[in-house]
C-alpha cells in the first residue's frame, strides 16, 4: 500500500489533470439563462472532474471507497474514503467568477489523513499530510499569529444550498455578532477556499454553523499549518462535529466568545 506522501505525489497530478479539464470549460463570459441550463453546467462541470478522478483514486487506493456526497455530515465507515468536491465553487464557476477549486481528501477509519485542494485559475496547490504539514504550491503555510480580533479578517459561508428558518437565523445572528468585533467579515463560498486562506495565513479565522464533508481536507490544511479548530463550544473538531471554528491560535477564544454570545 502506498504511503500518504506518496499518495499525495499522485493525486496532486490527478487534480491538476481535471483542473485543466475544467479550464476549457471555464469562461468570464459564463450566464446560465435560468435555473435548468444553470443545473445542467453544474453537473455538467461535476462529471468533468469525478469521471477521470473516480476511477484513478480507486486505482490509487485499492479497496478504498468513493463517498457519493460532499454535502453529507456525522460518522463515516470504517476505511478508506476519498471525498471529493469536484468543483468547490461551481456556481461561481459557471456564472464566470473566478473564486471555484477542486478538493480532495482522504479519510481512513474517521480521520482526515490527506488533503489537496486546488485552485486551477489562480494555479495555487494547498496540500497537507497528517503529520506531515500544510503547503502550498509546495512552500509551507503557517496560519496568522495576529492576536487582537479587531484587526482580523474573519469568514464564513453557506456550506450547502438552502437553509431551514432556524439556521438561517441562527447563521444571521453570528454575523451580525462578528461584525461588530472583527476588522473585516467575509461572507463567500466556497468554503475550502477561505479555509485555505486562513492555513495561509491570510484570513485569520473561518467559522461554520454546518460542518460537511467536503470541509474535510480544508480544515486539515488548518490543522496542519498550526491552527485551531474546535467545535462551537470549544471542543476539539473531528468529521462528526456539527459545526466549528478554525483560527490562528491568537484570535481563536476571541471569535469563540462572540459566537458563543449568539447560541
Known amino acids: 500500500m502506498p504511503t500518504e506522501p506518496e499518495l499525495l505525489v499522485q493525486v496532486t497530478a490527478l487534480v491538476r489533470r481535471a483542473g485543466a479539464r475544467l479550464i476549457d470549460r471555464y ?8 435555473r435548468d441550463e444553470l443545473l445542467a453546467a453544474l453537473r455538467a462541470n461535476d462529471a468533468v472532474v469525478a469521471d477521470l478522478l473516480r476511477p484513478a483514486l480507486a486505482e490509487l487506493l485499492p479497496g478504498s471507497h468513493w463517498e457519493v456526497d460532499e454535502h453529507a455530515a456525522g460518522p463515516m465507515p470504517a476505511g478508506d474514503w476519498w471525498v471529493v468536491d469536484p468543483v468547490g465553487g461551481n456556481v461561481n464557476a459557471v456564472h464566470g467568477m473566478t473564486d471555484w477549486n477542486i478538493g480532495v481528501s482522504l479519510v481512513r477509519d474517521g480521520r482526515p489523513v490527506l488533503a489537496v485542494l486546488y485552485a486551477p485559475l489562480a494555479d495555487e496547490m494547498f496540500t497537507a499530510v497528517a503529520g506531515g504539514g500544510a503547503f502550498a504550491n509546495g512552500a509551507p503555510m503557517r496560519v496568522s499569529a495576529k492576536t487582537d480580533l ?18 438561517a437565523a441562527r447563521f444571521g445572528a453570528s454575523l451580525a455578532a462578528m461584525m461588530q468585533e472583527a476588522l ?34 480544508p480544515v486539515l490544511l488548518v490543522l496542519e499549518a498550526g491552527g485551531v479548530v474546535t467545535d462551537l463550544d470549544g471542543e476539539p473538531w473531528d468529521i462528526t462535529s456539527g459545526n466549528y471554528l478554525a483560527a490562528g491560535p491568537g484570535v481563536h477564544a476571541a471569535v469563540l466568545d462572540v459566537l458563543r454570545s449568539t447560541r
Open 27 to 34: 469562461s468570464t463570459a459564463n450566464r446560465p439563462a435560468g
Open 150 to 167: 479587531t484587526a482580523a479578517l474573519v469568514g464564513t459561508g453557506q456550506a450547502k444550498p438552502g437553509r431551514d428558518a432556524e439556521s
Open 184 to 217: 473585516y467579515v467575509r461572507v463567500s463560498v466556497p468554503v475550502g477556499h477561505q479555509l485555505a486562506q486562513v492555513a495561509a495565513g491570510r484570513m485569520d479565522a473561518h467559522w461554520q454553523i454546518h460542518n460537511v464533508r467536503s470541509h474535510i481536507g
